[in-house]
Structures are given as structure tokens and as C-alpha cells.
């Protein structure tokens, strides 16, 4: 098993960056693929980008792509998330998930394929 703990979370202005940390507990945490959730008020919790135990392959909504950045650091147990160029409509809930299954590159986006969890962090952008 494995515990996440994600941090980084905050106010930021337009523009802005910020860089999220997804912490893990467990001597294995290289073998799983990760993800990076949100979910905003009123809406569905969604993909925001994957990479798998490697980091060989990452995966980003479109809404992000060329704007946010997933890395790990398999000795530290940590997955990052650079967010730049925010906009206001990524004011969410971020969440990390992690799993150590096999799985589609069309299903690293679906929340059901990761049995881990983190507690979530804020992340709000004015405007």
C-alpha cells in the first residue's frame, strides 16, 4: 500500500505559477503510475495529467497541455506538478492518485483506475 500526501496548494494570481508535491510512503511507490486530479465546485473530478512508474510517458488534459508539467522523483517518492501561465478557471481541488496496475493510456484519465488517493490541495487563481 501506499499513502499520498499532497501539498502546495495556495492563492496565486493570473498568470501566475505554482508547483504542487504528491509525497508517498512505501519502499515501492517507483512501481505505481500517478495522476494528478481536480475538481472544482459543481463539476466532475478530472484528469489533469498521469505519468507512469518510469516517467517515461506523461499524459495532460488538453485544457493544460503546454501550460503544466508532471515530473517524479522516484528517490525523493515524489510527483510534481508546474503549473504555469494559470487561469482562473484552474481554481480547484487537486488531488494525486496512484496505482500500481496495469492500464490503458486511454484509461490512465479515469478516476476508477487509481485505488490511491491523497487528501487534496486548494489551488485558486484570481483574476
Known amino acids: 500500500q501506499v499513502q499520498l500526501v499532497a501539498s502546495g496548494g495556495g492563492l496565486v494570481q493570473a498568470g501566475g505559477s505554482r508547483r504542487l508535491s504528491c509525497a508517498a510512503s512505501g519502499r515501492t511507490f517507483s512501481s505505481y503510475r500517478v495522476g494528478w486530479f481536480r475538481q472544482a465546485p459543481g463539476k466532475e473530478r478530472e484528469l489533469v495529467a498521469a505519468i507512469t512508474w518510469t516517467g517515461a510517458s506523461t499524459f495532460y488534459a488538453d485544457s493544460v497541455k503546454g501550460r503544466f508539467t508532471i515530473s517524479r522523483d522516484n528517490a525523493k517518492n515524489t510527483v510534481y506538478l508546474q503549473m504555469n501561465s494559470l487561469k482562473p478557471e484552474d481554481t480547484a481541488v487537486y488531488y494525486c492518485?496512484?496505482?500500481?496496475?496495469?492500464?490503458?493510456?486511454?484509461?490512465?484519465?479515469?478516476?476508477?483506475?487509481?485505488?490511491?488517493w491523497g487528501q487534496g490541495t486548494q489551488v485558486t487563481v484570481s483574476s
Open positions: 492518485a496512484a496505482d500500481r496496475t496495469l492500464t490503458t493510456a486511454q484509461r490512465m484519465g479515469v478516476p476508477n483506475e487509481y485505488s490511491y
